[in-house]
Each structure stands twice: as structure tokens, then as C-alpha cells.
């Protein structure tokens, strides 16, 4: 493992990504750099990388080039091991789709990630229990994710996201399914619990709305990020 390359005021970057899917070019040379704590949305045409820079930088998947630094160590150049276990050690995780468990209550889903990380059942329910107050979501501890509507449903995958305080919290279009009202709600709380406890967002939207809560955003057009430039959203 390389480690000490990355520039230390940033928590995560990106560094001349380059990534095909066969003969499908998705990322030409990506660079992002985002601080601790910072909440920074991905913006871009449909298909010009967005998801592929979240994996990449996720270290989900590993470019065919470039490099990707989280706190100051070399992220690509992991096994798919060390991967796997800086993902479930720092990082949350929030989809847009099919995300929960569904054999699994809304209470054992948002305690997974603690249970993966060897915290004993009863409390990680009692952390995971706590959630479900602060994102509105009371008497739905028990529940099967077939018995929630979509916005209780992604208010428990952010809960599950959160619930292990990750370093980063991706997420990838989590208001997608949603509809206006709703999907502004459920930003709200993200970023709400997200600048509480501290975690970084990278957040890869379509919606200008969602990008709008976000301290920054960036475009990706056609594999690269147009807009190096800080490009602070107007308060
Ligand atoms: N698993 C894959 N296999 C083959 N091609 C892929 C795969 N994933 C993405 N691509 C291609 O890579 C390019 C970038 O895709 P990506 O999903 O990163 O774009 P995006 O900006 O997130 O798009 P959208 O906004 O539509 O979700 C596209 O041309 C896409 O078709």
C-alpha cells in the first residue's frame, strides 16, 4: 500500500481518472479533491460518468489509471480485500433503488453496517433505534421494507448509510425515486445528520434542487470534470 502522496487537507480525491467499461470510455481523466466535511454534489448529463467517479472514488471500482487517495493513502492501488474493508470501516452508503434488506425489519437494516462491524446485536439495535425518532420515522422500527412508502424507505437506508458515523457518505441520485416534496425532505435530513456528525457527502444528482443544499458542486461532462474551479453553490 502507498501511503503520505495525497494532499492532507483533503479526505478524498481523485487524480487523472481514467476508466472504460470495454470499449466505452466513462472517465478520461477525472480530478476532484473534496475537504473534510464538505458536502459536494456531482452534477452532469446522463452518461457522462457521474456513478463512475462515486464507484471509483468509493473505491468500488479501480480505475485503469490515475489515483485515488483517501486521508492521505492510495486508495486503487488496495486489494479488493483492503477495499472492502476501508468501504465497511468508513464509508456509508445511500442508492437509489433497492437498497434494504427486505427479510430483514427496518431496524436490522439500519444495524447492519454495525453488526458487519462486530458491534453485538443488541447494540447496534439500540444505536439503530435512535435513528428512527430523529429522521421521523417512529413505529416504523419493525416494519419490512415492502411496508414502507419510498421516502420512509430511503429515510432508512441514510439511517443505515449514517449509523456507523462513516468518514464519507456516498450517495448516488438518493432522491431519484422520489418526488419533489419528498426527495427535498429526505436532503434535508441528510445533510442536517451529515453536518452534525461531521461526515463528508459526495452526492451524484441530477436535480439542481438537491445540488442546491450542498456546499459545493461539480460537473462531469463526457468522462471529465469541467468545473475545477471552486464553484461555491450561493447561500
Ligand atoms: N457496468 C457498465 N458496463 C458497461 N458500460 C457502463 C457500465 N457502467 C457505466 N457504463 C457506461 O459508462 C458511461 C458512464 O456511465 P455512468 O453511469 O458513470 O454515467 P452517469 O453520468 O452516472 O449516468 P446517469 O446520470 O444516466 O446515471 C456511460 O456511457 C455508460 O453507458
Known amino acids: 500500500m502507498t501511503t503520505g502522496t495525497g494532499n492532507e487537507q483533503h479526505i478524498i480525491e481523485a487524480r487523472e481518472v481514467v476508466l472504460s467499461f470495454g470499449q466505452t470510455p466513462a472517465l478520461r481523466g477525472a480530478n476532484v479533491a473534496v475537504?473534510?466535511?464538505?458536502?459536494?454534489?456531482?452534477?452532469?448529463?446522463s452518461g457522462s460518468g457521474k456513478s463512475t467517479l462515486l464507484h471509483c472514488l468509493?473505491?468500488?471500482?479501480?480505475?485503469?489509471?490515475?489515483?485515488?487517495?483517501?486521508?492521505?493513502?492510495?486508495?486503487?492501488?488496495r486489494t479488493e480485500t483492503e477495499r472492502s474493508t476501508l468501504r465497511r470501516d468508513h464509508f456509508g452508503f445511500v442508492f437509489q433503488f433497492g437498497q434494504l434488506v427486505p427479510e430483514l425489519t427496518a431496524e436490522e437494516n439500519v444495524a447492519l453496517p454495525l453488526l458487519l462491524a462486530g458491534t453485538r446485536r443488541n447494540d447496534a439495535l439500540r444505536e439503530a433505534r435512535l435513528w428512527f425518532e430523529r429522521l421521523g420515522l417512529d413505529g416504523l422500527e419493525r416494519r419490512r421494507s415492502g411496508e414502507l412508502s419510498g421516502g420512509q424507505a430511503q429515510r432508512v437506508a441514510l439511517a443505515r448509510g449514517l449509523v456507523a458515523r462513516p468518514k464519507i457518505l456516498f450517495a448516488d441520485e438518493p432522491t431519484g425515486s422520489l418526488d419533489t416534496l419528498t426527495g427535498e425532505q429526505v436532503m434535508e435530513l441528510l445533510v442536517a445528520a451529515a453536518r452534525e456528525q461531521g461526515t463528508t457527502v459526495v452526492i451524484v444528482t441530477h436535480?439542481?434542487?438537491?445540488?442546491?443544499?450542498?456546499?459545493?458542486?461539480?460537473?462531469?461532462?463526457?468522462?471529465?470534470v469541467t468545473s475545477l474551479v471552486p464553484d461555491r453553490v450561493p447561500s
Not at 485503469?64 to 483517501?70: M, N, R, T, Y
Not at 436535480?207 to 471529465?224: F, L, P, Y
Open 35 to 45: 475537504d473534510a466535511g464538505e458536502i459536494i454534489a456531482i452534477m452532469g448529463p
Open 58 to 77: 468509493a473505491g468500488i471500482l479501480v480505475p485503469d489509471s490515475g489515483e485515488i487517495h483517501f486521508d492521505g493513502s492510495r486508495v486503487d492501488t
Open 207 to 224: 436535480e439542481a434542487r438537491v445540488a442546491a443544499s450542498a456546499d459545493r458542486h461539480i460537473m462531469v461532462r463526457d468522462g471529465k
